[in-house]
């Protein structure tokens, strides 16, 4: 099999379309062509796609062989659902989530760098009037792929509790999230988001504190191997889906979790 | 100026959202909904009308014969001035290659000077019609947008990466899509549900679609998680929770 994997698609912005037209040139009959779930490797997918009338596979989860083509699994509504498909008329460009599979592995992958590519300006290309490097804490680990996550909801009630969630976060080494509402409060940074619109997060474990468990929320989180909560309200649909819940103040149980953890 | 704005119809995300297992589309027997994000894309454009009255607005969709209800009473009500639904059968399981040939062939005639659409449906989240219809087209594209700004003969727009923030611009026309934070949907208001009424709203068939797509091959169901064990607090919630992530070997 010939498969393409495109790497260095995060340093091209600005330069998607021109870059597309160039890799077009180099795609030949590939049997595939991998790209990265992000929002420049969407962009690259989609103007490939329309350029060389290949359909788009996006969103994998995982990628294999089967015979002489290749299945995309596809993971629906929060992980509610697991699909499989696969291209018919032309040969597959694959989207794959970010974290999930290393396309490289793949029988016959060959690697091209998107940013290395001699590419001059497209027309249709956008101008980059700016870019700022967003600060981040870098001593935790990344939401997308940690082990395990400890998120935050409105049952902080404001920015100054919510250091709470941090405190945890830090006596277990977790990625700290949030829920929608606490980043629309202001509680949290928007890119901790977690949910339908946020990241969807699948680790070893996940606390949810103060969090309803709205479905939405839920569409980000329910695929956690194991999740424990930790909400006043014993309604909360969060207590659903826990595998471990204490009905409760937070305000309470979690400095007594964080000083167990610690003992 | 005249803006098209792509939106789609797709179950509600307050209700359980299901898939068919025997085809493994969508089902449909759920509240469906004109998706949130495209409120907000709609949005975008009605604050560019607020400000220049001239401007015509006018929302393009593929889908069902249903979808037709929803785009007079949500969109057209919110202030948009048309609507071009594209109603097809072969559009039935169509991919997003297949869709996007759809949306460009209904877009074309109208000669936007701007698109917006959503950056990924809540349904499906692929995220790629916009930059297919961005390339048939033969336009640039502003991708995941948190803000949007028309100035003059461009628009220009910020969007936040994981670790950059970019300010981007493109020369009109263009197509753009937005996130979750790039506008709050305004509610029709009683005018605007009447007005809507009158409103044009043209279906369509969809013109060639070709034989190139996806297929699903299997569809399967999560198992539900099983029941866990709550507890009320009675003082050693904490510790209790401690305990627990010890005994499943969580931590040390």
Redesign the interface.
């Known amino acids: 099999m010939g498969i393409l994997v495109i790497s260095g698609v995060?340093g091209i912005?600005?330069r998607?379309?021109a870059i597309?037209t160039a890799l077009a040139a180099q795609v030949g009959d590939a049997d595939a062509i991998l790209l990265p779930?992000t929002?420049?490797g969407?962009?690259?997918?989609?103007?490939l796609?329309?350029?060389l009338?290949?359909?788009?596979?996006?969103?994998a989860v995982e990628v294999a062989v089967d015979g002489d083509r290749l299945?995309a699994t596809h993971s629906?509504?929060g992980?509610?659902?697991?699909?499989?498909?696969?291209?018919?008329?032309?040969a597959?460009i694959i989207?794959v989530r970010d974290g999930e599979f290393d396309a490289t592995t793949l029988p016959g992958a060959s690697t091209v760098d998107a940013a290395g590519l001699a590419a001059s300006g497209a027309?249709?290309?956008?101008?980059?009037?700016?870019?700022?490097?967003?600060v981040?804490d870098s001593s935790r680990p990344d939401l997308k792929s940690a082990r395990?996550v400890v998120s935050g909801g409105r049952g902080l009630g404001s920015k100054e509790n919510f250091a709470i969630v941090e405190q945890l976060a830090d006596a277990?080494g977790a990625a700290v999230g949030a829920s929608r509402v606490a980043v629309d409060s202001g509680y949290a940074a928007?890119?901790l988001q977690v949910g339908?619109?946020g990241v969807a997060v699948s680790p070893?474990?996940y606390i949810a504190v103060g969090i309803s468990g709205a479905?939405?929320h839920r569409?980000g989180m329910?695929?956690a191997k194991?999740?424990?909560a930790?909400n006043n309200d014993?309604d909360a649909p969060i207590?659903?889906?826990?595998?471990?819940?204490?009905?409760?103040?937070l305000f309470?149980?979690?400095?007594?979790?964080?000083?167990?953890?610690k003992a | 100026m005249k803006i098209v704005v792509l939106v789609k119809e797709v179950p509600d995300t307050y209700g359980e959202r299901r898939l068919d297992l025997d085809t493994g589309l969508l089902d449909r027997s759920g509240d469906q909904v004109i998706d949130e994000i495209n409120e907000r894309a709609l949005e975008v454009a009605l604050l560019v009308k607020d400000q220049d009255k001239s401007t015509e607005v006018v929302v393009v969709s593929v889908g069902p014969d249903q979808v037709k209800d929803a785009l007079r009473k949500k969109l057209l009500a919110m202030g948009a001035d048309r609507a071009i639904h594209v109603v097809d059968d072969e559009l039935a399981a169509a991919d997003a290659l297949k869709t996007a040939r759809a949306l460009t062939d209904a877009v074309r005639g109208e000669s936007a000077d701007l698109i917006v659409a959503g950056n990924e449906s809540t349904d499906g989240r692929g995220g790629v019609v916009p930059a297919m219809v961005a390339e048939f087209l033969g336009l640039p594209l502003l991708g995941s947008l948190s803000e949007v700004r028309l100035t003059g003969a461009a628009v220009e727009g910020t969007r936040v990466d994981e670790e950059v923030e970019h300010r981007l611009s493109a020369p009109l026309p263009a197509v753009v899509t937005v996130t979750e934070k790039s506008a709050e949907a305004r509610f029709p208001n009683f005018m605007g549900v009447m007005g809507a009424k009158k409103k044009p709203l043209e279906q369509q068939s969809a013109g060639e679609l070709g034989s190139v797509g996806t297929v699903i091959l299997s569809v399967a169901e999560r198992p539900a998680r099983a029941a866990g064990t709550i507890i009320e607090d009675e003082g050693d919630g904490g510790t209790k929770i401690a305990e627990y992530l010890k005994a499943q070997g969580l931590v040390k």
């Open positions: 995060d912005v600005g998607t379309a597309a779930h929002v420049d969407r962009e690259l997918a989609g103007r796609a329309a350029r009338g290949r359909p788009v596979l996006a969103d299945v629906v509504f992980g509610n659902f697991t699909t499989t498909a696969a291209a018919e008329g032309a597959p989207t027309a249709t290309d956008a101008t980059v009037v700016s870019s700022t490097p967003i981040i395990v277990l928007p890119n339908q619109t070893e474990l479905i939405q569409a329910q695929t194991t999740i424990v930790v014993p207590f659903e889906i826990a595998d471990y819940g204490v009905v409760g103040d309470e149980v979690v400095p007594q979790l964080v000083a167990a953890l």
